[in-house]
T-cell receptor
């Protein structure tokens, strides 16, 4: 069974500092991996996705993530945090199958300090 | 492109009544739609997978008689919460997989906030 674990339910960084949100996955087959962002009372917006192409994936809003098979990780980073980055971030995994369900991690709330 | 809408965005209903939530893919056809629920400060939990023209597949622990899903067309899926109770209050989010995309591509709606009084 596939699953994702997000380390840290809440991360707080200063504006301009590095953002690092951690995600580890478990999958019996090569996975598809995603990062989504959710602003309060809104749906999900896809930040980036890994689909077995390049291991370093660049997304929107300056975010990127690196797929590391040896560590079963897919951490999300951004070099310089902006106040508008404050939101809930979800890591998710999907396996290539007819069902193609997406399974979400527990989420990490990112706060930005002025 | 790839916009998914949900209606209503917010609904308040009395305990014991039923409420229907619509999920529409506005600019693409979706062979599969997914329904999630999200409790405050928690993650999204997949409730069911809905395929056009066939019965929905429910996740373990989800009552299929309580959460009725209909996927009557390639652009519309509905979730009906029957005999709603306060514990059904939640944020319901749908997603849709385009007919022509790879299996991993899903687009999410903005969610529906259900409050049962």
């Amino acid at each position: 069974a596939q699953s994702v674990t997000q380390l840290g339910s809440h991360v707080s960084v200063s504006e301009g500092a590095l953002v690092l949100l951690r995600c580890n996955y478990s999958s019996s087959v090569p996975p598809y991996l995603f990062w989504y962002v959710q602003y309060p009372n809104q749906g999900l917006q896809l930040l980036l996705k890994y689909t077995s192409a390049a291991t370093l994936v660049k997304g929107i809003n300056g975010f990127e993530a690196e797929f590391k098979k040896s560590e079963t990780s897919f951490h999300l980073t951004k070099p310089s945090a902006h106040m508008s980055d404050a939101a809930e971030y979800f890591c998710a995994v999907s396996e290539y199958s007819s069902a193609s369900k997406i399974i979400f991690g527990s989420g990490t709330r990112l706060s930005i300090r002025p | 492109g790839a916009v998914v809408s949900q209606h209503p965005s917010r609904v308040i209903c009395k305990s014991g009544t039923s409420v229907k939530i619509e999920c529409r893919s506005l600019d693409f056809q979706a062979t599969t739609m997914f329904w999630y629920r999200q409790f405050p400060k928690q993650s999204l939990m997949l409730m069911a997978t809905s395929n056009e023209g066939s019965k929905a597949t429910y996740e373990q622990g989800v009552e299929k008689d309580k959460f009725l899903i209909n996927h009557a067309s390639l652009t519309l899926s509905t979730l009906t919460v029957t005999s709603a109770h306060p514990e059904d209050s939640s944020f319901y989010i749908c997603s849709a997989r385009p007919r022509t995309s790879g299996t991993y591509e899903q687009y999410f709606g903005p969610g529906t906030r259900l409050t049962v009084t």
